[in-house]
């Protein structure tokens, strides 16, 4: 599905305007131009970024055929800008899903492609039909837009991942069970995704902030440099939700050693219990020399009063040695 915008140089925007429509509008100096890109064929849309807009083969080819990190490039008389979208959803089998943004963004146009419906994007699209304000600011002020809207959506994510974690030290703390430990490393797993998307779309919001681009002004560039600043804080928290997820597996394992503990603890204390049984059973199921039948009545006695001594004497000597161990 392919959707245009077009806001004139009076202020009037369409969102009715056809492809045959959009070379008149980039003819218009005082117009702004937005091509959106959903899941289209990429015969449809090399066509219109080849034949039209005149983008270099390799960056279309980046935008249809291949996936990016979070990056910038400059090409002079535009900049092509790969962010990521986020979303964070515990039920899911892949909880936290990504979805790149392609933007193309020159002097009175930006051109977007996307494979998948991003909220953040139909935010700002929709409140560009509704204020024309949003558009006034030409391309870099709606490249802001979309850029600062994306990044607001990482924090909600970045809170749901804080509420599941301390769902999980709670389960931890309280009843821990097998199917715990999948969810700390399923944890695990989408902090380390997050630092992967939140790193180098860092680092491409700085650039986007210190670089000299044609198309990025120096006062556009000092509101790149707040969605920095708001990315530099994620990634901070990010890292410490990592270090909590550590923690946590610590204690997961800390917490089923101590209850195996605990069954090692039960299972002695039954075994103390019944050894006085099985010494009275041993000591009376022992077969002496009848006194009564010489000539073994000694013998059989010598040996009665040697086992006894020796029943004596062992727990003793065992007692001191483990006292000289320092054991007991």
């Known amino acids: 599905m392919t959707r245009i915008m077009y806001r004139r140089g009076d202020g009037t925007i369409t969102a009715s305007l056809g492809r045959d429509g959009i ?32 983008f270099h083969p390799l960056a279309i080819d980046d935008a249809l055929q291949e996936s990016h990190v979070p990056k910038v490039d400059d090409w002079g008389t535009y900049v092509y800008v790969v962010l990521h979208a986020v979303a964070f959803d515990p039920a899911a089998a892949e909880e936290l899903v990504t979805r790149e943004l392609d933007i193309f963004t020159g002097g009175t146009y930006i051109v977007t492609h996307h494979e998948h419906p991003i909220e953040p994007l139909d935010r700002v699209w929709n409140a560009c039909q509704k204020d024309d304000r949003m558009m006034a600011r030409g391309a870099a002020g709606l490249l802001y837009h979309l850029v600062d809207e994306i990044v607001a959506g990482h924090m909600p994510v970045v809170d749901a991942i804080d509420e599941e974690m301390e769902r999980i030290e709670e389960l931890i703390l309280s009843s821990p069970s097998r199917s715990t430990l999948p969810q700390v490393l399923r944890i695990k797993r989408a902090l380390l995704h ?121 727990p003793c000597g065992m007692f001191l040695w483990l006292r000289r161990r320092r054991w007991v």
């Open 194 to 314: 997050l630092r992967r998307i939140v790193a180098p779309q860092r680092e491409t919001l700085n650039r986007l902030a210190r670089d000299e681009f044609a198309v990025i002004g120096a006062p556009h560039r000092v509101y790149f440099r707040d969605v920095y600043d708001h990315l530099v804080r994620l990634y901070d928290i990010a890292e410490g939700l990592r270090d909590l997820a550590s923690g946590s597996l610590d204690t997961y394992l800390s917490v089923i050693n101590n209850r195996m503990n605990e069954v090692m603890k039960t299972f002695t204390l039954i075994t103390t219990l019944f050894m006085p049984i099985s010494f009275v059973t041993g000591f009376f199921g022992m077969n002496f020399f009848s006194p009564s039948s010489p000539p073994l009545a000694w013998t059989g006695r010598i040996a009665f009063v040697a086992v006894c001594a020796a029943v004596a004497l062992i």
């Open 23 to 54: 070379q008149a509008a980039l003819d218009d100096p005082a117009g702004l131009l937005w091509v959106d890109f959903l899941d289209d064929p990429d015969e449809s849309c090399m066509r219109i970024l080849r034949d039209i807009f005149h």
